[in-house]
């Protein structure tokens, strides 16, 4: 992960919760999983670990994060622990796992940041890895507006991408449920939320009044991380009627 690219930028001050929906959408989606004992669940980009923590409070039968950046890797296995979790680092596109192995697959914030193709593969990798009847979760960035201009969304994903210093490429609601249905899904459970990730009443229902207080403090004191929070929180309210959080739960059919 480039140290430019927002969320590393937010988890170096101490932002535990970096979904564009935040804690309310990861907990819809896990809610929605149904996560059981005897389930055998694979995260796609755990970062620093929030959700992985949430799933583990489950229980499943095994847990296998595969992780792309190697310092967020080393700093899961302190969360991710027991005899059947584990860490992978490596791509999620090319994920080794046995086909057809998986109960449950969730991915949040990384389709959004590739281009369709690419997209695509990961969905494809989700679908087989997962049993017939699997459930795979989805988390990313959304187009608001339904039928949006090719010229309008190369101007958003544009002014994404340069002040994010990642390739994000959000979808419309109905775009994020055709790619999924291509690829072999049936879309169970749709949700949407305001992008809010930086506003202040977001960032204390996400983080506490406590780890907010610790992260305001931090970031006082970082001029160069407050710098680049303060554009991406005025990017984000100036695309606030073009972008949202989805959260999306589809079965393998």
Not at 216 to 233: N, Q, S, Y
Request: aromatic share 4%; charged share 30%; hydrophobic share 40%.
């Amino acid at each position: 992960m480039d140290e430019n690219e927002w969320p590393w930028v937010l988890s170096k001050v101490g932002k535990k919760v970096l979904r564009p929906g935040g804690r309310e959408m990861t907990m819809f989606l896990l809610d929605n999983l149904k996560i059981e004992k005897e389930d055998h669940v694979v995260e796609f980009a755990p970062g620093i670990g929030f959700t992985a923590a949430q799933i583990l409070k489950d229980h499943p039968e095994s847990y296998t994060g595969i992780e792309l950046n190697e310092e967020a890797g080393k700093n899961l296995r302190d969360i991710v622990q027991g005899e059947n979790n584990k860490i992978i680092i490596g791509n999620a596109a090319k994920a080794s796992l046995e086909d057809g192995s998986q109960d449950k697959v969730i991915g949040e914030a990384m389709l959004t940041m590739h281009a369709d193709h690419r997209k695509v593969e990961i969905i494809d990798v989700a679908h087989r890895l997962l049993r017939k009847g699997g459930l795979y979760a989805i988390h990313e960035l959304c187009l608001v507006e339904e039928g949006i201009s090719p010229e309008a969304k190369a101007a958003i994903t544009k002014d994404l991408s340069s002040h994010s210093h990642v390739n994000t490429r959000p979808l419309t609601q109905s775009e994020w449920k055709s790619i999924l249905e291509k690829e072999g899904f049936r879309v169970k459970k749709v949700w949407t939320r305001p992008m809010m990730l930086l506003e202040p009443s977001r960032i204390i229902q996400d983080e506490g009044i406590v780890n907010t207080l610790s992260t305001v403090f931090k970031v006082l004191r970082k001029p160069k991380a407050r710098k680049k929070i303060l554009e991406m929180r005025k990017l984000f309210k100036s695309h606030r009627k073009e972008i949202c959080a989805i959260g999306m739960v589809a079965e393998k059919i």
